[in-house]
């Protein structure tokens, strides 16, 4: 995760949204717990589409807000699965935002999500392993 915080990734966002005013505090700054929920959500899709069913977060690492997230920005948050145990999934989440009328995007936050898959009864249940992505 590594990019200057004017470069996206390469990758089509998980989740994308406009910033509106329900999602501020009183000031007016949107609620970093918004943004954060909209992050698990990415990060939640990647897990249960890797792991084909239900799966929970248990740990979040490293999250720092770098840049404020205003109302009417559009805000594309990208994950990608980085590393895989027996029944947790790591995945690495960053979100980004852009003005409405403006191309430049900036990073907001990135962090590290934790996943474990379950099954129907709430128990850890193993998840594949990961592939390593095909050559071109």
């Known amino acids: 995760m590594a990019r200057p915080d004017e470069t996206p990734p390469d990758l089509s966002p998980a989740v994308r949204v406009i910033a509106m005013p329900a999602d501020t505090n009183p000031y007016g700054d949107i609620f970093g717990g918004w943004l954060m929920s909209l992050m698990d959500s990415a990060a939640g899709s990647v897990a249960a589409r890797h792991s084909h069913g ?3 977060t ?14 009417g920005d559009e805000v594309s948050v990208f994950a990608t699965l980085k590393s895989v145990g027996r029944t947790s999934m790591k995945i690495d989440v960053e979100a ?4 409405r009328h403006d191309d430049r995007s900036y ?24 592939t390593p992505p095909a050559a071109a």
């Open 54 to 56: 239900r799966a929970v």
């Open 58 to 71: 248990i740990a979040v690492e490293g999250m720092t807000f770098l840049r404020p997230v205003v109302v």
């Open 96 to 99: 980004w935002r852009r003005t």
């Open 107 to 130: 990073r907001v936050t990135q962090a590290t999500f934790t996943f474990v898959a379950i099954g129907e009864d709430r128990q850890p249940r193993s998840v594949p392993p990961l």
